[in-house]
């Protein structure tokens, strides 16, 4: 059976999205910086389960797996993040529901809401003295300098792989009709790209905003380039590994079958 109504779903949410940018352009922008807001105040905890948990063996675990939770909440609250745009904008300009133009537009006002959002939570951490209070050699500042210092290519593949696993948790959450369910495959494939070291631009960005707020040797000018390979293999990792793939192999009218061959329903097929 063809997952055809999944490509229609995710093209006309791509369409949606684009109406909402132009008919509601600060609506649209708020959803983005709330998503970056969400996704920032996690990655945070996250840093700080690694350092707090450090000396175990379960803190890379259980930082990892509580990592999903950003996407879970950004999905639930049906805010936008630039990752997961990646996904519904490429499906539906491959559709033609959206124009690569329009999409391109989309994915830069979700990038820089996102940002903002990012910015936001730093400063809110800052005020309250959190950052002030973390040591020197805290987790957070410690990988966000690590960050900073990978090779180009190192990065954008990281960017690719953590993409791709982003949005194939995003797909998968499609086909789920309960909230817990949604939940539970969210958490779980995320958790697989944090455990392998992906490079996700977002979270970066939340990373590097308490990073340089902190007490972190981190510049603008690391920041930077970590960003620039991260998104790019970011968008490589959801547009070209699971949008495009995805609408190919479910097409409008699905492919004659060969006539030697005699039709069944998938529940009849063995392995």
């Not at 910086?33 to 905890?45: E, K, P, T």
């Not at 033609?96 to 809401?113: D, E, H, I, P, Q």
């Not at 920041?223 to 793939?245: D, K, Q, R, S, W």
Request: hydrophobic share 55%.
């Amino acid at each position: 059976m063809f997952d055809r109504s999944l490509v229609e779903k995710a093209a006309h949410m791509g369409g949606v999205k684009i109406s909402l940018l132009r008919d509601a352009s600060l609506r649209y922008f708020v959803r983005c910086v709330l998503a970056g807001m969400y996704l920032s105040i996690v990655v945070f905890v996250y840093w700080s389960l690694i350092n707090d948990l450090g000396a175990t063996p379960y803190g890379k675990l259980l930082g990892s797996l509580f990592f999903g939770v950003g996407l879970a909440m950004i999905v639930l609250s049906h805010t936008d993040l630039f990752t997961s745009n990646n996904l519904y904008l490429a499906i539906s300009s491959y559709e033609g529901t959206t124009t690569w133009r329009s999409t391109a537009v989309l994915w830069g006002v979700c990038y820089l809401g996102n940002l903002v959002g990012a910015i936001i939570v730093a400063g809110l951490l800052y005020a309250t003295g959190i950052l002030d209070a973390l040591p020197a050699t805290h987790a957070l500042y410690v990988g966000a300098l690590h960050k900073t210092h990978e090779a180009a290519s190192a990065i954008f593949w990281r960017g690719v792989l953590a993409n791709w696993l982003v949005c194939l948790a995003v797909r998968l959450a499609f086909s789920c009709r309960e909230e817990i369910a949604k939940i539970a495959i969210l958490i779980l494939v995320v958790f697989m790209f944090l455990y392998l070291g992906g490079e996700h631009s977002i979270a970066n960005m939340g990373t590097f905003t308490t990073a340089l707020l902190g007490k972190s040797d981190l510049t603008l000018g690391g920041a930077l380039y970590n960003e620039l390979f991260a998104t790019l293999g970011n968008i490589v990792g959801g547009v070209l590994f699971i949008a495009i793939p995805f609408a190919f192999i479910n097409p409008a009218a699905p492919e004659e079958m060969p006539e030697s061959v005699p039709a069944q329903p998938l529940s009849d097929v063995r392995a």
